[in-house]
């Protein structure tokens, strides 16, 4: 993934509750961690893995994973 990139967590993968569903942006990219910030919550969410995460259906620019 790349920073801007439209991604949601793989169901089963969410690290809190609201993450569940949450589309949010790659805000962060360090290695294979990303940091997203979710669309209605404060912040960066720091780390999800790319195997946690899925692209975001229509997102020209992101990799799916």
Known sequence: FEIGDIVTVKPGAEHMPAHRGAKGAVSIVHGDSYGVRFDGI????????????????GDAGAEMA
Do not use: I, P, Q
């Not at 960066?44 to 259906?57: C, N, P, Q, S």
């Open 42 to 57: 404060a912040g960066v969410h720091k780390w999800y893995t790319g195997d946690e995460l899925r692209a975001v259906a």
